[in-house]
């Protein structure tokens, strides 16, 4: 297995920002005295709107329309004589995470000759919820299809319109079909598939998220460790289905280096050259299609403070590029895919900025996929928001915070009195509870998901080992007084929410969102061709996964749990290949 963890390992690095996760703060280098390109017009255009440095080395100034950002500076091209061996096929997949798996089998299932080569060493994954708007598991549990009519419309007018809606009804329209052929082929191999538990939120509520998130395990004696986290299951057993029964060829190691665009870079993709573990370099034709599933650029510094800039001191920038990496706070991908688009003339997303997913681990005192339902308040002591919210939204509010940390202050009968004391267990089966408010208070008293739970007799105590001002107590006072009255005047949070700090002992821990990647690059239309400053697709050319421009607005996930799998990695892809199959783009 290519990725392995449990639940553990990753709420530990998604907690990381208790401590700070490794920052490297300063503005990225831009390259200067380059002339700007009509072909990346919209990228240029980025760069410009944000701060970069006027000379390589340098950390002010303004990037200018003058100049290019170092990705986007095409290297010499590597020549003929530096090509070892050439490879021919209709579709060559560039990278196997989930997206390129997906595009690589269903290529292969529809017929056509097919090589996936990736960077890494083996299959790629990390977490392990597949959004599906209905599947057999869900049938079997009785939960219901969803329903676009109303629940779609609520997250289109949430992110104010700023997504590709034709994509996501051609998700839904596509999802159910593409989610069971992938819990089909897991039940093979004997790995079994169940729906996480998630947030309580009813469907009458904005932040409602319909319970729709696949999650593959393999032991039922470790069901709770493995669901949430059990995608490299699903990945291994999907790049054995290529190599094994589909007779696909799988070229590890091998590392899309330059696209070759025919017509001096107005024509079609016909190839890829890529550099293999020896040195070696590789032509790959594609007669068909090339399909690129590099995942994100969230380890280009570059690339981030261009289009990612508020998570840029988030990401550690020091460590070497791990192409087998599993669940990481701190930015995963160089953006590889991306650069070699950009070079040969494709066109950015459209929207000016990155849409960030980040590190979203059940905090102690919160359902799953919430934030922490009790008291946060800021490092000066002050409560800064209505803390009842799904877990994504609250990281992007903690993020404008002061060291981009939120402080939670809870006590021993917030197990017993919110909620009714029925606590969902974090990414377990659907709606399966703690099984008394002993085991909840136990999960804080032995740290289970490594936040640095701090505890005491009193409530100063807790604020103290925070290292929080005095004052913070008359906020806990305060939010006492509300909690007695039962209404929030200040933030409005649901009265069940309402719970009173006054039954010791009392807790309390520091939470700085972790990063993990960014969604989202080159343009895209809805057939997943990449496209040019013009919007006109260029031909040969596609992109899946998180490479998708536009598909997300403002943060993930909305009000959908494993949206990023579900859509972008497996329904798009698992279509695309029926599509290119089809002869669609012949």
Known sequence: MATELNRRDFLKG??????????????????????????????????????GSTQAGSTGGVNTASQKWSFEIAPEPIPDDQIAETVSAEVVVVGAGMSGLVSAASCLENGLDTVLISASKAAVSRGGSNNGVYSSVMQELGLPKQDPKVFYRTQYLANGGN????????????????????????????IKC???????????????????????????????????????????????????????????ETKGEQLIRENNNTGRVSAIIASTSDGKYTKYEASKAIILATGDFS??????????????????????????????????????????GLWIGAAWQKTQSNVMMLGRPNLPAGQPYTSHTGLMVDANGNRFMNEDVLGGTACVTILHLPQKTAYCIWATNWATDAYDGRWVKP??????????????????????????????????????????????????????????AGEDTDFYKDAS??????????????????????????????????????????????????????????????????????????????????????????
């Open 194 to 252: 169940t729906i996480e538990s998630g947030p309580v939120y009813g469907p009458e509520d904005p932040m409602y998220a319909p319970p729709a998130a696949h999650a593959f395990y393999m032991e039922e004696s470790e069901l709770e460790a493995q669901v949430g986290t059990g995608e490299p299951y699903i990945a291994n057993e999907l790049a054995r289905y290529i190599a094994e029964d589909l007779k696909g060829e799988i070229h590890w």
């Open 427 to 484: 990414n377990a089966v659907y709606q399966t509870y703690y099984d008394t408010p002993q085991d909840f208070i136990a999960s804080w008293d032995n740290d289970d998901a490594g936040f640095g739970i701090v505890k005491a007799d009193t409530v100063e105590e807790v604020i103290s080992k925070l290292g929080l001002p005095e004052s913070t107590i008359d906020t806990v006072n305060h939010y006492n007084e509300l909690c007695a």
């Open 14 to 51: 998604a907690a990381l920002g208790a401590a700070g996760i490794a920052a490297a703060g300063s503005l990225a280098a831009c390259s200067s005295g380059q002339s700007a390109s009509n072909t990346n017009a919209s990228a240029e255009s980025t760069a410009a709107s944000n701060t």
């Open 163 to 190: 997504i590709a809606p034709a994509w996501w009804y051609k998700y839904y329209n596509n999802s159910e079909e593409a989610i069971q052929w992938l819990i089909d082929l897991a039940a093979k191999a004997n």
């Open 497 to 586: 929410l309402m719970v009173g700090i006054t039954e010791g002992p009392f807790y309390g821990c520091a939470f700085t969102p972790g990063f993990l990647t960014s969604l989202g690059g080159l343009r895209t239309n809805i057939d997943m061709q990449v496209c040019d400053a013009d919007d006109q697709p260029i031909e040969g050319l596609f992109n899946v996964g998180s490479m998708i421009g536009d598909f997300y607005s403002g943060t993930y996930t909305f009000a959908m749990e494993g949206m990023n799998y579900g859509a972008t990695c497996v329904t798009l892809p698992y279509v695309l290949g029926k599509d290119i199959a089809s002869g669609k783009f012949d």
């Open 299 to 340: 380890h280009d510094k570059d690339m981030m403070t261009c289009y990612c800039p508020e998570c840029v001191d988030l990401c550690d920038f020091t460590t070497e590029v791990n192409y087998d990496q599993g669940l990481w706070m701190g930015g995963l991908m160089p953006g590889e895919g991306q650069k070699m």
